[in-house]
């Protein structure tokens, strides 16, 4: 039923209610080190000025208006049926800014076809795509919490399916912990083919209570863009969940 999956999606681990008032706790205070870098990320891609897609936009609390102005048209892939409303409000938008609620990252569905990842590429093929910490996010839909190894399959296909688009860019978690942490300096990247095992040497992280050990959640992204040039900043969600997100450009 409608309802209930909307309700679902108001409550949802990747989005929704608890998300928004973070984001409204901490956006411009604690975060402001982290939207200033997905600035400068965002300042240096070339798109065109036709159409833009953000995947995952939610309330668009990462991303800033001159990015937004450079569109003739936006189109806000969402699943969380509170975000749209945000998003506009937040930036002002009200022409020339759409929604699409289908959630194209499931197994198409068999009766209305609808869904799954040719239709998304194919409806979009003209359009620079913006996935907008949405990758890493990607594993909390139900069949993907189930069997993990389904989720490394649709990873596998989206990758597929980026190599064929000419115009996007993705910042999504790489690693995440509840132990705060920098990075070693400002600009950390890897070049293609570069492991991302030598990115664990230029994490620092804070001390921790003796006998405590530091946990790391990986968010299984890190195979995904090994062809590509990948830029690391480091997001401090709340003061107990700290991220590493992961930038790639083309
Ligand atoms: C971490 S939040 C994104 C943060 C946002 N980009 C910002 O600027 O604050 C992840 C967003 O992805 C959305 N999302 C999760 N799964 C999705 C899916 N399958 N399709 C579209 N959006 C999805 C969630 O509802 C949530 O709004």
């Not at 080190?33 to 668009?60: E, K, Y």
């Not at 076809?113 to 620079?128: C, E, I, P, T, V």
């Amino acid at each position: 039923m409608k309802t209930s999956l909307n309700l679902k999606r108001i409550f949802h681990p990747s989005g929704g209610l608890v998300y928004h008032f973070t984001a409204m706790r901490y956006g411009r205070s604690a975060w402001k080190p982290f939207r200033d870098q997905v600035a400068v990320w965002l300042n240096s891609w070339r798109t065109p000025p036709s159409q833009l897609v953000i995947v995952g936009p939610s309330g668009g609390y990462c991303l800033n208006k001159e990015f937004l102005k450079r569109f003739e048209s936006i189109v806000l892939v969402e699943t969380d049926p509170i975000a749209p409303w945000m998003f506009r409000m937040r930036h002002s938008l009200r022409k020339g800014c759409l929604t699409d609620r289908c959630n194209y990252f499931l197994p198409k569905d068999s009766e209305t076809s609808q869904g799954g990842l040719d239709l998304f590429f194919d409806r979009y093929k003209n359009s620079a795509i913006l996935f907008s910490n949405v990758i890493g996010q990607l594993s909390y839909e139900e069949p993907y919490v189930k069997d993990p190894d389904f989720f490394l399959d649709l990873l596998e296909e989206l990758k597929g399916f980026l190599d064929q688009h000419p115009c996007w860019l993705s910042f999504h978690d790489s690693l995440s912990s509840k132990t705060r942490f920098q990075l070693a300096s400002d600009s950390v990247s890897l070049e293609p083919g570069e492991s991302p095992e030598s990115l664990l040497q230029q994490i620092r992280f804070d001390a921790t209570p003796t006998g405590t050990e530091v946990e790391i959640m990986d968010h299984d992204t890190s195979q995904m863009f090994e062809n590509f040039v990948r830029h690391y900043g480091v997001w401090h969600l709340t003061p107990l969940q700290h991220h590493l997100i992961e930038c790639v450009i083309r």
